[in-house]
T-cell receptor, first 111, second 117 residues
């Protein structure tokens, strides 16, 4: 049972445009959500997070939106840069350190 | 952010041997550490959660006798893959939970690539 899903395995975006990565979850007990960026053969790097009491959190080029009623979150990257090309994982937590990761979306930013 | 190291970064071993992977939190005390496994083009799958000084909690389907986890101190956790087989070849990543000020923060290590011949 995949509690956190990223339905798009890959996404290609032109440099300078907006990248939108989506994530859906099923467990209504999740109260904290995170986005990680990962390069091959490296550990994940934290990008941005959001608590369930908020619906938006912004950090530089990265913005995460949370729609609790739809159990959906998205990561917006504006403007997209070639260095953003990586696999992006969303993760969810329910009051503990334990994270459930999504299946990942491979983003390719074209120069 | 906090730094977590893993050693070795890659290891090749023969089938039937045991391999130990170390995970260290370098600049903070980690009361909880996590071990993940990632197969190519797949998600990070949580294998087990370890708390300092107590037995690890394994996820469903993970053999605790095969993947031995020891969290002997607040800065070190080890994962030993016993009697490794080719199907154990994977990328193993640890993370450490700490009181960084962020809610439920986990800091990830760089990962260890295990190849079993």
């Amino acid at each position: 049972d995949q509690q956190v899903k990223q339905n798009s395995p890959s996404l290609s975006v032109q440099e300078g445009r907006i990248s939108i990565l989506n994530c859906d979850y099923t467990n209504s007990m999740f109260d904290y959500f995170l986005w990680y960026k990962k390069y091959p053969a490296e550990g994940p790097t934290f990008l941005i997070s959001i608590s369930s009491i908020k619906d938006k959190n912004e950090d530089g080029r990265f913005t995460v939106f949370l729609n609790k009623s739809a159990k959906h979150l998205s990561l917006h990257i504006v403007p997209s840069q070639p260095g953003d090309s990586a696999v992006y994982f969303c993760a969810a937590s329910s009051g503990t350190y334990k994270y459930i990761f999504g299946t990942g979306t491979r983003l390719k930013v074209l120069a | 952010g906090a730094v977590v190291s893993q050693h070795p970064s890659w290891v090749i071993c023969k089938s039937g041997t045991s391999v130990k992977i170390e995970c260290r939190s370098l600049d903070f005390q980690a009361t909880t550490m996590f071990w993940y496994r990632q197969f190519p083009k797949q998600s990070l799958m949580l294998m087990a959660t370890s708390n300092e000084g107590s037995k690890a909690t394994y996820e469903q389907g993970v053999e605790k006798d095969k993947f031995l986890i020891n969290h002997a101190s607040l800065t070190l956790s080890t994962l030993t893959v016993t009697s490794a087989h080719p199907e154990d070849s994977s990328f193993y990543i640890c993370s450490a939970g700490g009181t960084s000020g962020r809610y439920n923060e986990q800091f990830f290590g760089p990962g260890t690539r295990l190849t079993v011949l």
